[in-house]
């Protein structure tokens, strides 16, 4: 069975700190898609960045970095200078290749608070 | 590029009613997921739809029905409500290529039933 853990519930740092959320997943496919997505106040989750098992390479966008390490099925994410606008809900997700089709379980999400 | 559009964005409804939600998918994608966000339970997978045809389905009673249309729009039926339907019902459409399967998200609709 395939499963999304995220055991930071809530982290609170101060602008500019770096924050690092974990994700570790589990699954059985050789074939599958990890995603990061964040949920602002306003409700709408916005996708971040897609994975896929094959490629292990870690990923920078900005502020934001990626940590994907198959060892110990973990897919960190790292916000450098955290800023009062990153302030969210951030749900890692899991996503198998089913035959026809994909299914996605989400994790139960780090709410992040940075204050200014 | 339009997004993915839920309507309505706020509904609310009384025991034993039934609702209808809608969602219009990105144009061009084809699957459309539906989730239940709630606090207790966070976002958890009800069903998904391509080209017509439900492929994947949830751990949810049979209370729960939705269908997609040839233009790909997805309706989500809940019948006989209970008060813990109460949620933000989330919609996401993909393209649903092997590699491209990222999920983009409606703003969802927020059921109350009290």
């Known amino acids: 069975a395939q499963k999304v853990t995220q055991a930071q519930t809530e982290i609170s740092v101060v602008e500019k700190e770096d924050v690092t959320l974990d994700c570790v997943y589990e699954t059985r496919d050789t074939t599958y898609y990890l995603f990061w997505y964040k949920q602002p106040p306003s409700g709408e989750l916005v996708f971040l960045i897609r994975r896929n ?62 204050k200014a | 590029k339009a997004g993915v559009t839920q309507t309505p964005r706020y509904l ?48 949810f009673p049979g209370r729960f029905s939705g269908r997609q249309f040839s233009n790909s ?22 393209l649903a290529i092997r590699g491209l399967n990222e999920q983009f998200f409606g703003p969802g609709t927020r059921l109350t039933v009290l």
Request: glycine share 8%; with cysteine.
């Open chain 1, 53 to 114: 098992s094959f490629d292990e390479q870690n990923e920078i966008s900005g502020r934001y970095s990626w940590n994907f390490q198959k060892s110990t099925s973990s897919f960190n994410f790292t916000i450098t200078a955290s800023q009062v606008v990153d302030s969210a809900v951030y749900f890692c997700a899991l996503s198998e290749a089913l035959t026809g089709g994909f299914k996605t379980i989400f994790g139960a999400g780090t709410r992040l608070f940075v």
């Open chain 2, 12 to 59: 609310i409804k009384t025991r034993g009613q039934q609702v209808t939600l809608s969602c219009s998918p990105i144009s061009g994608h084809r699957s459309v997921s539906w989730y239940q966000q709630t606090p207790g339970q966070g976002l958890q997978f009800l069903f998904e739809y391509f080209s017509e045809t439900q492929r994947n389905k949830g751990n």
């Open chain 2, 73 to 94: 729009r997805s309706e989500m039926n809940v019948s006989t409500l209970e008060l813990g339907d109460s949620a933000l019902y989330l919609c996401a459409s993909s």
